[in-house]
């Protein structure tokens, strides 16, 4: 749900935002490079996505693994 709401807050502020559920349990999202001005805005999103992410893994450990692959274009 974190995912999916990350991705659909960044496409309503009109930013590239894809991914899906190619397995069950595994969810992937990709983010697209935002404008000098959207910057510090999809930080903060991605800032909260991420600890909400974190403090998942934490709560069920061992049954959450969270993998963060970042790609520099």
Do not use: C, F, K, Y
Request: hydrophobic share 50%; glycine share 12%; no cysteine.
């Amino acid at each position: 749900m974190l995912l999916r709401t990350a991705a659909r807050t960044a496409a309503a502020a009109g930013l590239a935002a894809s991914g899906g559920a190619d397995a069950p349990g595994s969810m992937r999202l990709r983010l697209g490079r935002a404008p000098e001005g959207q910057r510090d805005w999809l930080r903060g999103v991605t800032d909260t996505l991420l600890r909400g992410l974190a403090d998942a893994a934490a709560e069920a450990a061992g049954d959450i693994e969270v993998r963060i692959v970042r790609v520099e274009r």
